[in-house]
């Protein structure tokens, strides 16, 4: 399957300008291949959500949670308690600010989890917010 999808070679010459391999265009496609996966009842890894990144916060700076499902009717659950998500964990609804305290690290764990049950590969995130260094001269 991901031949088929990520079928471009590194590089295409169109023209005189090269044009490298589109990711963005790959996920796009994917995701409208997995209704046809279910319906023929083929067992595939479901990916983790988007939107999982590590991230060093700084001062002030907010830690947005922003995820989407690469699967369609996929529904995202997650935690902060270092648990592995379930269905009866927190429901990804809305972007929301996610509480990182100075000198701590939240690890958050989020999964995409389909009609039926079967869930997805765990994502995790860790947002830490070190206190600032002094500079020493």
């Known amino acids: 399957l991901a031949e088929t999808l990520w079928s471009r070679p590194t ?3 169109t023209g005189s300008a090269n044009k490298l391999k589109d ?7 994917l995701a409208s291949h997995f209704p046809m996966l279910d319906r ?8 983790e959500p988007y939107g999982l990144a590590d991230r060093n ?3 002030g700076e907010k830690a947005i949670i922003d995820l989407s499902s690469p699967v369609p009717n996929g529904t995202i659950y997650y935690t902060t308690d270092g ?3 379930t269905e009866n964990s927190s ?4 972007p929301f600010v996610l509480p990182v305290n100075l000198g701590a690290t939240v690890e958050l764990r989020a999964a995409v ?3 039926g049950g079967k869930s997805g590969s765990i994502g995790i995130a860790r947002l830490a917010r ?5 500079p020493s001269y």
């Open 57 to 59: 916060l700084a001062q």
């Open 91 to 94: 429901k990804f609804k809305v």
């Open 83 to 85: 648990s592995n998500p």
């Open 130 to 134: 070190k206190p600032p260094t002094i």
């Open 113 to 115: 989890f389909v009609p």
């Open 40 to 47: 023929e009842k083929v067992n595939y890894r479901t990916p």
């Open 23 to 29: 990711y963005a265009s790959f996920t796009k496609r």
């Open 11 to 13: 590089i295409e010459v």
